[in-house]
């Protein structure tokens, strides 16, 4: 049994909450990155956003390999592969790209 001292989230003493301490060993990002070229989105999903990144950024992936250079604009964290892979899919239809272009408005406002 984990003590309540080690549950408890330190803040100021007005404010301090108890979470239980779970340990998550993978964490699951959708994310979209913006062409710097042309202006084209690109969404994907992986474990290891770092090198993910890294990847496409490098022209590791025939995807964005074009598009280069790539800024992330944007991710997602989920607890499931399930969650991520069906946020993906919506994030790559018509309405999850309304969605990331009214999410991010005052940045595509500021770059268009």
Same mark, same amino acid.
Do not use: C, W
């Given at each position: 049994?984990?003590?309540?001292?080690?549950?408890?989230?330190? #803040?100021?003493?007005?404010? #301090? !909450?108890?979470?239980?301490?779970?340990?998550?060993?993978?964490?699951?990002?959708?994310?979209?990155?913006?062409?710097?070229?042309?202006?084209?989105? =690109?969404?994907?999903?992986? !474990? *290891?956003?770092?090198?993910?990144?890294?990847?496409? !950024?490098?022209?590791?992936?025939?995807? !964005?390999?074009?598009?280069?250079?790539?800024?992330?604009?944007?991710?997602?964290? =989920?607890?499931?592969?399930? *969650?991520?892979?069906?946020?993906?899919? %919506?994030?790559?239809?018509?309405?999850?790209?309304? =969605?990331?272009?009214?999410?991010?408005?005052?940045? %595509?406002?500021?770059?268009?």
């Amino acid at each position: 049994m984990v003590s309540r001292e080690a549950r408890t989230l330190r #803040a100021p003493k007005q404010l #301090a !909450t108890t979470l239980p301490l779970v340990r998550y060993p993978d964490v699951h990002y959708v994310y979209t990155l913006r062409s710097l070229k042309d202006g084209n989105l =690109y969404t994907g999903y992986t !474990t *290891d956003l770092r090198q993910r990144v890294a990847d496409h !950024t490098a022209g590791k992936a025939p995807s !964005t390999r074009n598009g280069r250079p790539l800024q992330l604009i944007y991710y997602e964290a =989920y607890l499931l592969s399930s *969650d991520a892979k069906a946020r993906e899919i %919506f994030l790559k239809s018509g309405s999850g790209k309304r =969605y990331i272009r009214k999410q991010l408005r005052h940045y %595509f406002s500021s770059v268009e």
